[in-house]
């Protein structure tokens, strides 16, 4: 298994310019998030997914939306990026059983200028 | 969310000895998780353990264990015989049992000294 893969690793991007984060899994886990982390603020919750069809909002949802047309790919997308929108991106999954931790992708470094 | 406090910015420790990590939440809940996440400078996300409010023995995984005080809330990590692979930046964090979303604290980073 890959586990959790997102795309890309790193990314700049001007003000204003749109782009997407992609994040797959391949454990067949049903619930699905997105992550920031910045300095001194650990990582907070921007939107997540209990399966193919439902996302729901985090603690910091806006400028991003997100879809889940199928249960492996939950991707993230920025409508028009701001420089407070530079951070790092983890996606996570987890299954929907309670206990169970959740499998962090590797990150996205995203640079807005 | 729910408020997790990690009071030590950052900490030192010689190599071989023991530090621990203080880490403190806010809830109104009774069944709960509790997680502590190892951050090394690759940035990838590791489990360290975990910890089930119902419990009340202190979980532990090697020489990494936890002191889990339910009144309190409070929930510290003990690193023994700390190795120079330990030094990262360690993230407490809680999920409620009634729901996935983890509220994560600000971190404490650690640097092991040879």
């Known amino acids: 298994n890959a586990g959790v893969t997102q795309t890309p690793k790193f990314q700049v991007l001007k003000t204003g310019q749109s782009m997407t984060l992609q994040c797959a899994q391949d454990m067949n886990h049903e619930y699905m998030s997105w992550y920031r982390q910045d300095p001194g603020m650990g990582l907070r919750l921007i939107h997540y997914?209990?399966?193919?069809?439902?996302?729901d909002q985090g603690e910091v949802p806006n400028g991003y939306n997100v879809s889940r047309s199928t249960t492996e790919d939950f991707p993230l997308r920025l409508l028009s990026a701001a420089p407070s929108q530079t951070s790092v991106y983890f996606c996570?999954?987890?299954?929907?059983?309670?206990?169970?931790?959740?499998?962090f992708g590797p990150g996205t470094r995203l640079t807005v200028l | 969310a729910q408020t997790v406090t990690q009071s030590q910015p950052e900490m030192s420790v010689q190599e071989a000895e023991t530090v621990t990590l203080s880490c403190t939440y806010d809830t109104s809940e009774s069944d709960y998780y509790l997680f502590w996440y190892k951050q090394p400078p690759s940035r990838q996300m590791i489990l360290v353990i975990r910890?089930?409010?119902?419990?009340?023995q202190n979980a532990t995984e090697n020489r990494f264990s936890v002191n889990f005080q339910k009144a309190a809330k409070s929930f510290s990590l003990k690193i023994s015989d700390s190795q120079l692979g330990d030094a990262a930046m360690y993230f407490c964090?809680?999920?409620?049992?009634?729901?996935?979303?983890?509220?994560f604290g600000a971190g404490t980073t650690v640097t092991v000294r040879a």
């Open positions: 997914s209990v399966g193919a069809g439902i996302t």
């Open positions: 996570a999954s987890s299954p929907m059983q309670s206990y169970n931790e959740q499998f």
């Open positions: 910890q089930e409010a119902y419990k009340q």
């Open positions: 964090a809680y999920r409620s049992a009634y729901d996935y979303k983890l509220s």
